[in-house]
């Protein structure tokens, strides 16, 4: 019979795949290290148990104890598999960036799930490096895993994927290109991989808003860097112990658009169906193939699996929501396309100012047509309330007939993008579009900035 003893023993030896019709235009060879064959479908599993294992070791995590950790996710479900297997409790801190797919599965496998701002500073109380730190010291028996400077993270990647990716390329590696966040994957295989050949070069990839690359090129640790972005898994605000910058080549930083398109495309391209830091890091690849020659064999590492992302980045209306679909817009009809279920808003001349105030609140809009015995005779936009209510604040209980700007023009469905963007202006803030059963939509400036990027 050939069986693991339990899920554990199962976590490793994930396959080498080579990419085609992504890196078409990359010389080099680019094979994938896809790790969502791992039982908790990501490469962390690998550095979940090895943390717990040393834990055990060193005499801080005791027999029936609670692990405690804030995790993007997949380090969790590393951390639930071996807490099941070995009889731990575990809390998992997540931000709310994360996606909902990945702390349902958390909790699908037992753990408890606690959600904290990310929009916070590190060390505001609500973080949820912060809110790990205290749920640690408040609860019995517990043991904080810090995953960003416990070291045995590094060394898992160091003691099972290095050697890994080193033996599936029989040692012609060339280049080793990830994702950063902890560091534990690019510092524990790049500090392999340089002691096997210190030519091998190894890549970091990062992401707007994060410190990592400035920090390497010029030992400066900026706050400017920092602001939220979308991306999951990569990029940090903090510089966590298991970087180890001296291994690391270059940092590259990729653009959560791009994240999303390219996470996209290995999907429908490849057929690997993997999460949003492997889209930041074949992108990256291509961002850098100038400094590849046909002879270099890359190694990328793709850490998760897609189905931890289906609300989101497989999610169309998620994707347009953030401009990161490349829809072919050039009439009004395809603008409106994009809204063509809700209905338009639009005031009576003899309503109140103050109604137009209301209404512009409660739909969160900014410009709204005005309308007497069914045609568009005016408009009211939020800067023309504005400075009515500024200079004269008496006339919140004027008609709106009395204020209102000239009415929106008129255009066809079949009215180009560019024919828009000329009747538009800073008197103009928006266009009417004539549908052909007779009905109406607005197109706003925001509309036309939206569609062009
Ligand atoms: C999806 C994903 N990508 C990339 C990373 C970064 O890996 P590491 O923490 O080993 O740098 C993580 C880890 O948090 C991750 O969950």
Known sequence: MKFYNNILETIGNTPLVKLNKIAEGISAT?????ETTNPGNSVKDRMAVKMVEDAEKAGILKPGGTIIEGTSGNTGMGLALVAIIRGYKLIC???DKQSKEKMDILRAVGAEVVVCPTAVEPSDPRSYYQVSRRLAAETPNSWYVNQYDNLSNRLAHYESTGPEIWEQTD???THFVVGVGTGGTISGVGKYLKEKNPNIKIWGIDTYGSVFKKYKETGIFDENEIYPYITEGIGEDILPANVDFDLIDLFEKVTDKDAAVYTRKLAREEGIFVGNSAGSAIKGILQLKDQLKPEDVVVVLFHDHGSRYVGKIF???WMRERGFLDENI???????AKHQDAPLISLYSEELVSHAIAKIRKFDI???PVMKDGKFVGSI???KLFQTLMDHPEMKDAPLSSIMNEAYPIVK???TLEEISKLISKSTPAVLVELANGSHHIVTKYDIISAMV
Do not use: H, P, R, Y
């Open 171 to 173: 040692g012609k590696i």
């Open 330 to 336: 050039k009439t009004a009809a395809d603008i409106v």
């Open 413 to 415: 469905e079949a009215t």
């Open 93 to 95: 801190v997540l931000n």
């Open 366 to 368: 900014s410009q709204i």
């Open 381 to 383: 936009d939020d800067s």
């Open 30 to 34: 680019v094979l994938a290290k896809v």
């Open 315 to 317: 999610n169309d209306e």
